[in-house]
């Protein structure tokens, strides 16, 4: 059974920064990549970045060079480093793990993961 947990969302300024974490359990970095969404009130769950096995990323081109995506040495947390955020950027953030399929990964499909966490809420303020 793969589980996760995510943590570190808050509020902050525009132009500050956060980092969300998401603790992995059950089978680490189940399936080809392990990634992040967002849901903001009224509007559908997107993608923001995702990582590969072999360490290749994609980004949202909304978040690119804003919001790096890593992991740890053991691969069992990812993390989202949030940077110069934005108002826009408000929204619940969901690790997400397990995908159906590559295509899944690089197209960020959410209804091709099957392993979702709780989500943490992200609020920036103007």
């Known amino acids: 059974q793969v589980q996760l947990v995510e943590s570190g969302g808050g509020s902050v300024q525009a132009g500050g920064s956060l980092r969300l974490s998401c603790a992995t359990s059950g089978y680490t970095y189940r399936g080809y990549c392990i990634g992040w969404f967002r849901q903001a009130p009224g509007k559908e769950r997107e993608g923001v970045a995702v990582?590969?096995?072999?360490?290749?990323?994609n980004y949202r081109e909304s978040v690119k060079g804003r919001f790096p995506i890593s992991q740890d040495n053991g691969k069992d947390t990812l993390y989202l480093q949030m940077n110069t955020l934005k108002p826009e950027d408000s929204a619940v953030y969901y690790c997400?793990?397990?995908?159906?399929?590559?295509?899944?990964?690089?197209?960020?499909?959410?209804?091709?993961?099957?392993?979702w966490g709780q989500g943490t809420q992200v609020t920036v303020s103007s």
């Open positions: 997400a793990a397990d995908p159906a399929s590559r295509v899944g990964c690089w197209g960020f499909r959410a209804a091709d993961f099957r392993v």
């Open positions: 990582i590969a096995r072999d360490g290749r990323t």
